[in-house]
T-cell receptor
C-alpha cells in the first residue's frame, strides 16, 4: 500500500464546474497535509495546506481533512481552463518525520 | 528573486559520468530537501537537511548519490557513475514551517 494515494485520472470537468480531487493516506500519525499544483514541465507550486479536521477555504479552493477516515480532498469551484494541471497531495509528520510524502498526482483537465 | 534556485536547469550526460546539482534555498529557510520526479509520478523523497545536518536519507537511495550542505546554506547533490535509470527531474525545496517551496528543478538525461 502506498503511503499517499491518489487517482491518477485524468479527471475532466467542464469550465465553471466543481472539480473534486481526492487523496488517502496510510500513516495515522500524519499531521499536516498539502495540495500542490504542477503544470506540465514545471515544478510543484503550493496551493493549500491543512492541519485540522474540517474545511479550509482559500478563494476558489477548499481543502477538506478527515483524520478518522484518513482522507484529504481538494475542491476547485468555478473551474477554469487555467486550472488544468496535475494536483499533488502530500502528507507530513507522524512516521514521516520532517519530510513530505507525495501521491502520484491527479491530472485535471478543464474543458472550455 | 528570493525563491529557491537550482543549477543547472538541464544536464545531459553519458552513462558512467558524474554529475552535480546545486540548490540555493530561500535565505531564511533552515530545511532543505531533495526529491526526484519521473514522468507521471509524484516527487520521491531523497534526503533532507536541517541547517548543515543531514537528518534523513531515503533507504531507496543508492550509495552513488550523495548530498551536502556544508555551511547550512546552499546544497549540492552528486550522482556518481550515472545510469540511464537516473534520468529524472531533481527537485530542491526549502522550508521553515513544514510547507515546502520548490525550485524549478534540474532535469537530468543520461544517454
Amino acid at each position: 500500500q502506498k503511503e499517499v494515494e491518489q487517482n491518477s485520472g485524468p479527471l475532466s470537468v467542464p469550465e465553471g464546474a466543481i472539480a473534486s480531487l481526492n487523496c488517502t493516506y496510510s500513516d495515522r500519525g500524519s499531521q499536516s497535509f498539502f495540495w500542490y499544483r504542477q503544470y506540465s514541465g514545471k515544478s510543484p507550486e503550493l496551493i493549500m495546506s491543512i492541519y485540522s479536521n474540517g474545511d479550509k477555504e482559500d478563494g476558489r479552493f477548499t481543502a477538506q481533512l478527515n483524520k478518522a477516515s484518513q482522507y484529504v480532498s481538494l475542491l476547485i469551484r468555478d473551474s477554469q481552463p487555467s486550472d488544468s494541471a496535475t494536483y499533488l497531495c502530500a502528507g507530513g509528520g507522524g512516521n514521516q518525520g520532517g519530510k513530505l510524502i507525495f501521491g502520484q498526482g491527479t491530472e485535471l483537465s478543464v474543458k472550455p | 528573486d528570493t525563491g529557491v534556485s537550482q543549477d543547472p536547469r538541464h544536464k545531459i550526460t553519458k552513462r558512467g559520468q558524474n554529475v552535480t546539482f546545486r540548490c540555493d534555498p530561500i535565505s531564511e529557510h533552515n530545511r532543505l530537501y531533495w526529491y526526484r520526479q519521473t514522468l507521471g509520478q509524484g516527487p520521491e523523497f531523497l534526503t533532507y537537511f536541517q541547517n548543515e545536518a543531514q537528518l534523513e536519507k531515503s533507504r531507496l537511495l543508492s550509495d552513488r548519490f550523495s548530498a551536502e550542505r556544508p555551511k547550512g546554506s546552499f546544497s549540492t547533490l552528486e550522482i556518481q557513475r550515472t545510469e540511464q535509470g537516473d534520468s529524472a527531474m531533481y527537485l530542491c525545496a526549502s522550508s521553515n514551517t513544514g510547507e515546502l517551496f520548490f525550485g524549478e528543478g534540474s532535469r537530468l538525461t543520461v544517454l
